[in-house]
C-alpha cells in the first residue's frame, strides 16, 4: 500500500515536473520571439525595478527560462532548476498579486504581451508555483541521485 | 494569372492586419516602415502627457526623417462626460485638415471643458469663423460618429482596455505595447524595428 502510494506519488512529481518545465521553456521560448523591447516595457510597467536593471533583465531572463525550463524536464540534477523555478515564480507571483492589489491594468508578461493579470492569471501562476514547490520538495527529500 | 492570385493571397492578410486610416489625422509619410497608432481619449491625463511630451519627441527623433507614420485612433472612454462632443468636433475638423490644432487645443484645454463641458469653446477659439461653421455641420454627420465607433471598435477587437494604448506595426506585424512605455525603452523598440 506504500509502496503503491509513494510510486503514484513519484509519477505525479515526473509528470509536474515535465508540465512545470515545459511551460516555464516555453513561457521564455515565446517572449524571445518577440523584441527584448516590448519584454523589457513589461517589466517596467509594473513600477517594481529600477529602471537600469530593466533592460539586462529582459534581455536575458527568457533565455535563462527556457534553459532552466528545458533542465528541470531532463530530471538531471533537479534540486537547482526546481528551486529557481520556484524561487522565480515566487516571484512573479508575488509582483502579479502587488499589482491586482495596486489596481494597476498590466499585462503580466508571462507568456509575452497581451496577458491582463487577472484572477484567472493569477491562478494559473498560483498553480504553477503550488505545483513548482512541490516538485522542489521531492527533489530536495529523494537522494541527489534520483530524479 | 496564378502568379497574381497567389500574391493577392498572401497580400490580403497583411492588408487586413494594417486597418484603414483618416490621412487628416496622421502625421509622417504613409509609405514609412514603421507605423504608430496612438489608441487615446481627449479627457484622459495621461494621452495629455503623451500628445504634449512624447509625440513632439517622436515627431522629432522618427517622423521628420520619414522613419514612422504616426495616426490618432478614437477610443473614448465609457462615462467619461464630453469626450464624444470633442472626438465629434476633431473628426469634423480632421475633414478640413484642422485636426492638429483642435487636438492640440482639447489637450491643452483638457481640464477645463472636461468639468464644465464647454468643449465648443475650446475648438471654436482655434478655428476661423467659416471653419467654424463647417465644423459645426461635419460633426452633425453621421459618418463622423461611425467613424469615431469603428474606431472604437477596433481598439476593442485589440484588446484595447485603457488609453492611451499605443501599437506599433513593422514589417506586417502588429505590437500592441504596454501603457505609458518609458521612451528610452520605447526608442529601442523603434529602432529595433527599422531596416538596418
Known sequence: ???SQS????WTVVVLRLIVGGVFAYAGYLKLREPWALFAMGIDSYHLIPFRFVEPLARTLPAAEVAIGLWLMT???PRIPSALI????????AAMVHAKIAGQQIDCGCFGPGDPISKWTLLRDGSLLAASLLVTWQAFRRSPKKS | MKLYAALLLVLLPCLAAIPEVDKNKAVGSPTAPVRLEVFSDFTCPHCR???EEVLPQLIKDYVVNGKMYIVDRAFPLQGHNFTREAFGYAVAAAR???YQPVADALYAQQANWAVNGNVWGVVAAVLSPADQKKVQELSKDPGVQAEIDAEFREGVDSGIN????LILTANGKRFPLPPA???RLLKSMIDGLLPK
Do not use: C, E, N
Open chain 1, 86 to 93: 520556484s524561487l522565480l515564480l515566487m516571484v512573479f507571483f
Open chain 2, 181 to 183: 512605455p518609458d521612451y
Open chain 1, 75 to 77: 530530471g538531471f540534477w
Open chain 2, 162 to 165: 485603457q488609453t492611451p494604448t
Open chain 2, 49 to 51: 502627457h503623451f500628445h
Open chain 1, 1 to 3: 500500500m506504500a509502496s
Open chain 2, 96 to 98: 478640413i485638415g484642422k
Open chain 1, 7 to 10: 510510486k503514484a506519488l513519484y
